[in-house]
């Protein structure tokens, strides 16, 4: 898996290499053409330019071919005709050579015509064109590329005068083959750069791949570490990776830890129900065998069954009662006084302990919007744990008070409170300090009851210092005198 991711990163590279090679060569050859072009368009025009100026000279002195050869007037082009000896001299750079109207080439300044001046009279088949058009014409003279124009004398003779442009596609030739060595070298090195930037760039997503594996194999802490040049993109990719692990890695705990204490309920849940479960099947088995047979050994089994199925219908409820504060129900709110429903807790331990000091700090009405069946469980559950873990003569106190929008609602005991590592699990679920008495599932159900309400449940307990129980609400009522 991770030689494919690999893979996959190495042939990103290539691809983001290859664009940009490929965008720069176009470049490159967009660029060489044009200046080509432009350099090809210059030179042309410097040669016509030339070409133009002397044509425009001889056509207009109205002069003949005899009067030029008499009076020398283009004296000064008799050297460039001076026949060539050897056939490996180059093809001369200009041409001027004179032709009748039948177009051959006629002698001029008394010297014969060479054979480059016969080659561009043979080469021009029409002179009387070039003559009619303002630009100069590309001819081919014995495989040399020239560009050639004419004029006309007065007595009807063409004199045609051509440069050659060898010159110019020699030049072409060798800036093109620096363009293209210069570029080769510009697309060579930027191929290296390239693969360098991307292979730097690429290492947070390798980090990615990396840190992805090794999740992958367990190590959920492993995170995808900051790189040294970050860009924005890859920031927020790492960013949020970041966050979905530990998003991940936060449920995968929460799973493990609910799956734990799922085992831990059901192990405790058998536990509490086999208890009651072998006393009525002991007594069962003792009747069906005929051992009971006076009237006080039956009743005194039957009570103790009765009591036994009492404390399994009670758990049961708890059980259930836990089931669906953990399903989150619809609640059934309106406004409660929870300073009345104090001093109702308060009077019902009254009436189960009458030897209990009890204290209530609840004057006038505290109303919130919550469920009053709901919030009667939770005092009953907080004054049953006190009147089952405490002497009947320990005092107790109950209050309630509004402040900030907080309703806080609190039951104090002054027994012998709780070490911190049972008061770390009091809110656990078959918990019961130091093996008491009852379910274990009563201070379970208010944490359950008061998170429904959206509320807290904190525990002040100490050896020797008591243990308090504070419930906060948030107060969703207007508050009454």
């Known amino acids: 898996m991770k030689r494919a991711h690999r893979h996959g990163v190495h042939s990103l590279r290539a691809k983001l290499t ?36 002397t044509r425009t000279s001889l056509g207009s002195s109205q002069l003949t071919l005899r009067q030029i050869d008499s009076l020398s007037v283009l004296g000064f082009v008799r050297d460039r005709l001076v026949p060539e000896s050897g056939a490996d001299r180059p093809a001369p750079d200009s041409v001027f050579t004179a032709v009748d109207v039948r177009g051959k080439a006629v002698a001029l300044f008394g010297v014969k015509p060479t054979e480059a001046q016969l080659g561009l009279a043979d080469a021009v088949t029409d002179p009387g064109a070039l003559t009619r058009d303002s630009d100069p014409h590309d001819v081919t003279v014995h495989g040399a590329a020239y560009r050639v124009t004419a004029t006309r004398l007065s007595d009807g003779t063409y004199i045609l005068m051509a440069t050659s442009t060898d010159a110019l596609h020699t030049g072409i030739a060798k800036a093109l083959r620096l363009d293209l060595a210069v570029g080769t070298l510009l697309l060579a090195l930027l191929a290296c750069l390239t693969l360098f930037s991307v292979r730097r760039r690429m290492r947070p997503l390798e980090d990615m791949v990396e840190t992805s594996s090794a999740i992958a194999e367990g190590d959920l802490t492993r995170r995808v570490p900051s790189s040294c040049h ?28 609910s799956a734990a204490q799922l085992r831990r309920f059901v192990a405790d849940a058998s536990h509490e129900l086999r208890t009651p479960l072998a006393a009525i099947r002991g007594y069962l088995q003792l009747y069906d065998q005929g051992m009971l047979r006076e009237p006080e050994e039956r009743k005194r089994a039957w009570d103790r069954m009765n009591g036994e199925v009492d404390r399994m219908g009670r758990l049961v409820d708890e059980l259930l ?26 009077q019902d331990l009254r ?31 907080l004054v049953a744990n006190v ?44 918990f019961r300090a130091g093996g008491g008495a009852g379910s274990g599932l009563g201070l379970a159900i208010v944490q359950g009851v008061v998170q429904a309400h959206g509320g807290d449940v904190t525990v ?22």
């Open 460 to 481: 002040r307990t100490a050896p020797g210092e008591g243990f308090e129980v504070t419930v906060t609400l948030p107060a969703r009522a207007q508050a009454c005198a």
């Open 230 to 257: 970050p860009t924005q993109e890859v920031e927020q990719l790492r960013l949020a990776l970041n966050s979905m692990l530990h998003q991940v890695e936060t449920a995968y705990r929460t799973r493990e830890r």
């Open 321 to 346: 009662t836990l089931a669906r504060l953990d399903q989150r129900p619809e609640l059934r709110l309106r406004n409660v006084d929870v300073c009345r429903l104090a001093r109702d807790a308060a």
């Open 18 to 53: 290859a664009a940009n090679v490929g965008l720069l060569a176009l470049g490159i050859v967009a660029a060489t053409a044009v200046s080509l072009m432009a350099m090809r368009h210059y030179l042309l025009g410097q040669i016509d330019s030339e070409l133009t100026r």
């Open 351 to 381: 009436a189960q302990q009458p030897g209990r000091p009890v204290t209530v700090e609840a004057d006038g009405s505290v109303l919130v919007r919550a469920d009053e069946s709901g919030l009667r469980q939770v005092l009953g559950n």
């Open 387 to 430: 009147r089952t873990h405490t002497a009947q003569d320990v005092p107790v106190r109950i209050g309630v008070r509004r402040t900030d929008g907080v309703v806080t609602l609190s039951v104090e005991d002054k027994g012998r409170g709780l070490g911190p590592e049972d008061a770390a699990r009091v809110f656990d679920r078959f």
